[in-house]
């Protein structure tokens, strides 16, 4: 991995835009791509996102950031705690994350969002995980979660290697080509469908786990090795420079930890900081 100087980096034309998962951790996406989309780097004509990232990525390209962060700040500092143990012992499912979730998504995705989305001309691939063929869905839910932690906390593999090898697969779905605003909502719900906080969800009648589960930066095999691919983390790593190329792509990471961490519910706060550290990261990267 080589670390790039601000000018290098900005002397490149980036068409593909990543999103990485990290679900509040991604609000610094959102602040960093406000100003960076303004430079002429930015030539986007297609956005990949996974999990939490796929709906920055979405509410980017329809033009609601700040509705967005708008809702999702309310929406925590209205909530007292992130586990209802009262709904567990009544047999229901205690977080509160996948009950504002949707609504979240309908802050930046309505019919006239929708609508305009399909008449941009960039894609917006949502990423999710197809579980093991042939295995039971639980079991396969169990090894996705286990081969995650692996993967990140143990390993510390940049891009996950495990789940192909057992037979998870990523699924790119262009959200524009979802033929009603449901769908194209579900498939965001899917993509961060992080078990067993969340339910699991079915995409084209099949079922469909969390992006992340198979790997939290993706990659599609198209841009494997394309100079023209900007990444964008969510998570700082002291051990890799803010700024880096790897096989030939760029990725840039926070200067920092921060604020935010990706499953709470009850800080409004700590999004805000978070957005607010990439619009400062940002200002400070261009000229």
């Known amino acids: 991995m080589q670390a790039l100087i601000n000018s290098n980096f900005l002397a490149r034309d980036y068409t593909t835009i990543v999103f990485a998962g990290g679900g509040n951790r991604c609000w610094w996406q959102a602040g960093m791509i406000e100003l960076l989309s303004q430079h002429a780097c930015w030539r986007a004509n297609r ?23 708008s809702a999702a700040s309310e ?5 007292p705690r992130n586990i209802e143990w009262r709904d567990f012992f009544r047999g229901k499912r205690p977080f509160v994350l996948p009950r504002i979730y949707p609504d979240w998504i309908g802050s930046f995705l309505q019919q006239q969002d ?39 906390f143990w ?18 779905l262009d959200l524009t080509a979802s033929k009603d605003l449901n769908t ?16 699991i969800y079915r995409v084209n009648n099949r079922p469909a786990l969390d992006g992340g589960f198979y790997d939290n930066i ?14 964008l983390l969510t998570r700082h790593r002291a051990d890799l420079p803010s700024i880096f190329e790897y096989q030939k792509r760029v990725y840039l990471q926070p200067t920092a930890p921060v604020a935010a961490t990706n499953m709470d519910c009850t800080s409004g706060e700590n999004v805000i900081k978070t957005y607010e550290q990439g619009k400062s990261e940002a200002q400070r990267l261009l000229p």
């Open 47 to 69: 956005l990949i996102g996974v999990s939490a990232g796929a709906g920055i990525a979405t509410a980017f390209a329809t033009g609601r950031i700040s509705d967005a962060l």
């Open 75 to 79: 929406r925590f500092n209205a909530t």
């Open 114 to 152: 929708f609508a305009n989305l399909k008449q941009k001309s960039f894609n917006v691939d949502v990423v999710i995980t197809r579980p093991i063929p042939f295995v039971p869905l639980t079991l396969s839910t169990f090894i996705a979660l286990a081969l995650y932690s692996t993967e990140k």
């Open 155 to 172: 390993l510390k593999n940049f891009h996950a290697r495990l789940p192909h090898h057992l037979g998870f697969r990523a699924e790119y």
């Open 184 to 199: 194209a909502r579900d498939l965001l719900l899917a993509s961060a469908a992080a078990v067993p906080i969340t339910p």
């Open 218 to 231: 993706p990659l599609p095999l198209d841009r494997a090795e394309d100079a023209q691919t900007l990444i």
